[in-house]
């Protein structure tokens, strides 16, 4: 992906250098709720977070949903290590300077293709923040975490959190290297931006309140969802002629790679569709793939979708 050096964000807040465990404290067309969702209101008091890497975890404790025994990487009680002292690395001191600056960028391009969106459409729209952390990390309204949570989403504070070690990560444990495959997670994440900004969150966390059986149907369709968003933005990114030879591979590599299906055969063996909190890797790279080739978010309406 062809991209700029050397810009700086006003939403990007870089806390790496706060402690070896860094943390934080606070700080075109339209978008309807999708089909099924619209006109059941409401906020919901209990925050879902959203992991790209296929772990569903709820507020009050929660538990791992993608194949992966992750107890205690997300709770909501205490103070995560440095989190009274966020500051950033000094820059001639920062190993991963080139990754921050490409995942500031391309956190920057989603923002602004969704704000020109909503815009456009007459809505109002939230700016989002990135919050690059290292190690564990506190959260307003979602609790404290560690990086072995992955990429999330926080709804409460509207606040992506990105702990660079996962780049790394994906290219070990899940066998997804390159730019856009990263590009790919951040853009999912600000999918679950745009849900937070429609309103879809907090109907997908109230209706699985008030029907637990519906939950984990409910969240692959969310998750899906801001798959398809994901794919919306990348088909901007080739709009301005800045997808080069292998991009879209590595997009759909990463998207097949946390796939419930293969996250879960890959840790016990075995495949439980009945688990599923974010979809198969067909279903995941199908739905990447459907946001790029139309490049309207109406046409992501995964709740209203029969087939997935």
Known sequence: MKWKRGT?????????G??????????????????????????AGVVVILVVVGINLLSSGGGSGGG???????????????ADNPQPLPPGEDPQADLKDFSSYVFDDTQDVWEGTFQRSGDPYDTAKLVLYSGAVQT???????????????PADERVYLDLSFYEDMKR?????????????????????????TGT?????????SDPGDANELSVRQELQADCYAGVWASTVFAEGDLEPGDLDEAFTAAEA?????LQEQATGQVDPDSFTHGTSEQRRSWFERGYESGDPADCDTFGAEEL
């Open 258 to 262: 946390v796939g419930d299906d293969r």
């Open 8 to 16: 700086k964000s006003r939403d990007v807040i870089d806390i790496r």
């Open 201 to 209: 969150s907090s109907e997908v966390d109230r209706l699985s309140r």
């Open 68 to 82: 992966f025994d992750l107890p205690g990487a997300f709770g909501v009680g205490g103070t995560a290590p440095g």
């Open 18 to 43: 706060a402690s070896k465990d860094s943390s934080a404290g606070g700080g075109g067309p339209r978008l309807p709720i999708p089909t099924g969702l619209a006109g059941k209101g409401g906020i």
């Open 173 to 197: 444990q899940l066998g997804a290297s390159g730019d856009f495959a990263w590009a790919y997670v951040i853009a999912h994440e600000m999918g679950h931006h745009v849900q937070r900004m």
């Open 140 to 154: 307003d309204g979602c609790g404290s975490a560690t990086s072995a949570v992955g990429p999330f989403y926080c």
